[in-house]
């Protein structure tokens, strides 16, 4: 049973959907239209976890290249970088290994949050 949903907001819920799951291959779980078409709400899984979107502005200013939002855990870093960049993802750091046995990168999204994914699972 999950306890913590991260909830992320965007200008365009439903361009951040597509990009999301086109370039970090999350997939629908739900999503809600509004009366205009546009989405209200959605949840997006990746495994067995989920992230909340919803409208809201874009961010107050860039967030620097290391200040990650979300980190996502996954098991292949270096195809999972590949699919983000072929996608058009801001990649901000390129794969590396960490002292602590983790391979990590991170890329930036369409409204500008820097995701980080990597193999370290608390």
Same mark, same amino acid.
Do not use: N, Q
């Given at each position: ?26 997939t629908?779980r &739900?999503?809600?239209?509004? /009366?205009?078409? %546009? ?9 067995? =976890? #989920?992230?909340? *979107? ?9 967030p ?25 993802? &801001?990649?901000?750091?390129? /794969?590396?290994? %960490? ?9 930036? =999204? #369409?409204?500008? *949050? ?9």
């Amino acid at each position: 049973m999950r306890s913590i949903y991260p909830v992320l907001r965007y200008p365009d819920v439903r361009a951040a959907v597509d990009f999301l799951c086109s370039a970090f291959g999350f997939t629908v779980r &739900e999503a809600h239209e509004l /009366p205009d078409g %546009t989405i209200g709400h959605a949840e997006l899984a990746y495994g067995g =976890d #989920l992230v909340m *979107l919803g409208p809201g502005p874009a961010p107050r200013a860039r967030p620097a290249d290391d200040d990650y939002r979300v980190y996502v855990a996954l098991d292949d870093v270096d195809a999972h970088h590949e699919r983000a960049r072929a996608a058009g993802a &801001e990649i901000v750091r390129a /794969p590396f290994d %960490t002292d602590y046995g983790s391979r990590d990168y991170a890329a930036r =999204d #369409l409204a500008g *949050l820097v995701w980080s994914f990597g193999t370290y699972r608390p």
